[in-house]
């Protein structure tokens, strides 16, 4: 059973900071690992990626103020958020490869002006 919980959002003004964690269960291996976001009545997006030898790619929007990391003994990806903006107001969800067809509940980030 798979399970990934995704938390750590909220609701702050801009300018602030958040730091999302994703805790998985029920997965094995060695994965890359990503956090996505969504907003209604848009597709869900890549926000940043973990590769398993390290390497980081970003939404062009948030670089220099996000930063993907990983625990990989606790398959657990984490999202540092600075400088947050009203645009990336959105639910945050992770994901890690291999198993793309499992996705948490999400955890709900909002900017505020």
């Known amino acids: 059973q798979v399970q990934l919980v995704e938390s750590g959002g909220g609701l702050v003004q801009a300018g602030g900071s958040l730091r999302l964690s994703c805790a998985a269960s029920g997965i094995s291996g060695f994965n890359a690992m990503g956090w996505y976001r969504q907003t209604p009545g848009s597709h869900r997006e890549l926000v940043a990626r973990i590769s398993t030898s390290g390497s980081t790619i970003y939404e062009d929007s948030v670089k220099g103020r996000f930063a993907i990391s990983r625990d990989i003994g606790k398959n657990t990806v984490y999202l540092q958020m600075n400088n947050l903006k009203p645009e990336d107001t959105a639910i945050y969800y992770c994901?890690?490869?291999?198993?793309?067809?499992?996705w948490g509940q999400g955890t709900q980030v909002t900017v505020s002006s």
């Open positions: 994901n890690f490869d291999g198993y793309s067809g499992y």
